[in-house]
Every structure is written in C-alpha cells, then in structure tokens.
C-alpha cells in the first residue's frame, strides 16, 4: 500500500497519492491569489503540468506559466523569469518539476523583490542577510522527480553563465512553504530519469552520511533514506506504475535533502563542473563519478560504510557496501565513468581546479585538491 501522510519537518509537506488536487488549498494558506506555475521546457506541455494549470483555473487563480528552464537553469532563464512574474502580476510561485525547475522557481520568488544581483547571495557566511527577506514571494513546492528534494531546500543552483559556474544562492525563506509530494506525478518519468534522480537522492544520503560534521538528526535520516533508495529504485525503474515505490522514493530524496544539511562530498564536486561545462545530467553524473571517490575516501569512511551495508542487509563491510551500490548503478542502466557521458580530457585540469573550490569539496572526508581531483577525473575518462 502506497503511503500517506501530513508533515511538518523540516516544512509543511502534503505526501501521498492524488494530493496535487489540495494545490488551491495550499496556495489559500500561504496567501497567494494568482501564482506563477514555473517548469522547465520539457515538462510545460505534458499532461501533469496541464492537468495542474486546469486545477488552478478551476480555483481562480489563473494559468500563469513560465516554463523557459535549461537544465542547468543560468541567470538568464532567472531574468527571464522575473520579468514574466513581474509583468503578469504574480504574488506567488509554484515551483513544478524536477531539481532545475523548483531551484530556478524558488530563486524567481526570491529575486522578484530584491534590488542587488543574485550574485550577492551566494552561500558564502552571512551574504543571505543582505536580502529583504520581507519581499520574498511565497513559494509552494510540487516535485515530479525523486532526486535532488530541493522541494524541501533552502537554496539553489545557479550556473553563472560567463563563468560556468554553479553558485548555491542561499536564504532560510527560499524553503518552500508548503510542500505537495504526489508520487502519482512522478508514473511518466523515462526510466533513464528514474535512474538518475534516484541515483541523486541515493548520493546525497551516502555523501551526508559520509561527511565528517557533526549532525546526528541528518545522520539518521540520510542512513534511512540510503536504505529507501536502494530497495525501491530498481522497483520504480522496472515499473514506473509502482506507486509504493515511486513514493518511497520521493520520501528518499527528500530525506537526501534534508540530511545534506550536514554536508556534501567529492561526488558532487566533481559532478558540478562536468554539469556546467558540458550540460550533463546532474543525478546521472553523480552516480557515475561515483566509484573512485569511494575508494579514495575509503580510509576515513570504511567503518562508517560497513555500518551502513550492514543496516541496508548487505554483508562485507566496506566492500561488500560498495559492490552493491555499483550493482545497484548497473541495475538501472548508468554508465560507470564519464568518458560515457560524452567528458572529455580537455578540459580536465580546469575542471580539477573547479572541483577543489567547490562548496561541496569542503564535506569531504578527505581533502580534495587540485592535484586528486584530476586523479579521480583521470581514472573516470580513461
């Protein structure tokens, strides 16, 4: 049986079945009278996003859509956004879709009121204080991917288009206020997009859980969420009508969201700038720059996998955990190097560099120089 529930950790989080029917009544609660609906360009014309913009007709509140989203969204698809939010008169955002979409939303509501650029919120110290947090829109969250739960973040990934960048634009009121996870939106996913958003959620656990900082709630949470992850994605890749698994799995990337409070890792900074500079996708690069970060990292996070192996049912120890997960990888059609994704070696040593400063770097359990970044980008595009 399909799970269902009303949450309030770490927001009001509407979960279950058929609950995107609740969409007027949430926007009510937060206030807002004529939203903005913000999807990215593949998603506009389904019938998912259709079927959510008759809801919002139906309740008066307009069919407003702005759905010019890249994959990975660039401060041009964000201007382009304010203006359509700006013209139309919207007092709120619904952030719709998978990870590029909700990011690029939640910033829209962010910047709409703000005077200075994005730029100056990045997640560096205490920048988010310089917003007025007083203009931020209202924000309800609908995801329709089990991936990156930036439904529950309080930030998004913004690539600077000069610089290929991706920046983590940060303010506490960017965490959505309502929040409706309805696997059912989830059933036409490709498998290949099952495979790489659940991958993602999958990765944001083992990194939090792997990261050397302090936070047991975060801690728990990403080792439960490893276990949702890797019992019920082979189910949803085999069966994208499996309801049971398709919400499991949209809990998975959730909880991967919130736990990654606790930090990130070498996958991800690797991952980032083979997502900017070559427009990859970001839960399918994640998985395969997976294993060599692994092993690199195995002197510090062998215990700590062994533990986890052993709450997933797995059996020998740090090994036996890491032949799962690349069984697991394989069971769902990812490629286990980058060369695959179509990486090549030139632009290695600039993207060695990028992975060192990456914010994620800082969560590794090991340093992650300029130097062992290319080792591990070499060995992936061998």
């Known amino acids: 049986m399909s799970p269902t529930a009303n949450w ?28 903005l609906l913000i999807t990215d360009k593949g998603l506009a014309n389904l019938p998912i996003t259709t079927a959510t913009l008759d809801l919002m007709e139906e309740a008066g509140l307009g069919r407003g859509l702005f759905s010019e989203v890249d994959p990975n969204p660039t401060e041009h698809n964000l201007a382009a956004g ?9 007092d709120g955002v619904i952030a719709f879709g998978g990870g590029s979409g909700l990011d690029l939303a ?7 009121g ?44 913004l690539t600077n288009s000069e610089s290929h960048v991706k920046k983590i634009i940060f303010h506490p009121k960017i965490l959505p206020s309502i929040v ?18 659940g991958m993602d959620a999958f990765i944001h656990c083992l990194e939090a859980y792997s990261s050397p900082f302090y936070h047991p709630m975060s801690q ?22 499996d309801i049971e698994a398709r919400a499991h799995m949209m809990s998975a990337a959730a909880m ?12 991800h900074a690797l991952s980032h700038p083979v997502g900017a500079l070559y427009n ?37 120890g740090f090994d036996g955990f890491v032949e799962a997960v690349l069984a697991l990888r394989e069971s769902v059609g990812i490629p286990s190097n980058l060369k695959a994704l179509g990486v090549g070696m030139d632009k290695i040593d600039q993207m060695a560099e990028m992975a060192a400063v990456d914010p994620c770097a800082g969560g590794n359990p090991l340093e992650l120089t300029p130097a062992t970044a290319r080792a591990l980008y070499e060995e992936l595009l061998a």
């Open 256 to 267: 991967g969201a919130v736990a990654f409070q606790k930090g990130l890792g070498g996958i």
């Open 220 to 241: 728990g949470i990403a080792l439960e969420g490893m276990r949702l992850a890797y019992e019920f994605l082979p189910k949803a890749y085999k069966d994208g009508g």
């Open 280 to 316: 990859t996708h970001h839960g399918t690069t994640n998985a395969a720059a997976m294993a060599p970060v692994l092993r690199f990292n195995r002197p510090a996070v062998e215990d700590k996998l062994a533990a986890a192996g052993a709450y997933l049912g797995l059996s020998g």
């Open 8 to 35: 309030s950790y770490p927001t009001a989080i509407r979960f279950g079945a058929g609950r995107i029917k609740e969409l007027a009544e949430a926007c009510s609660a937060c206030g807002t009278k004529k939203p």
């Open 114 to 157: 703000q005077t200075r650029p994005v730029w100056d919120f990045e997640d560096i110290g205490d920048w988010w204080t310089r917003a007025d947090a007083s203009a931020i829109a209202p924000i309800i969250a609908v995801p329709t991917t089990a991936g990156t739960g930036s439904e529950v973040g309080r930030a998004g990934v």
């Open 180 to 197: 409706i996870c309805d696997p059912e939106l989830t059933v036409g996913m490709p498998p290949a997009i099952t495979a790489g958003t």
């Open 106 to 112: 939640k910033l829209v509501a962010f910047m709409a």
């Open 82 to 90: 304010i203006a359509v939010y700006q013209a139309g008169g919207h």
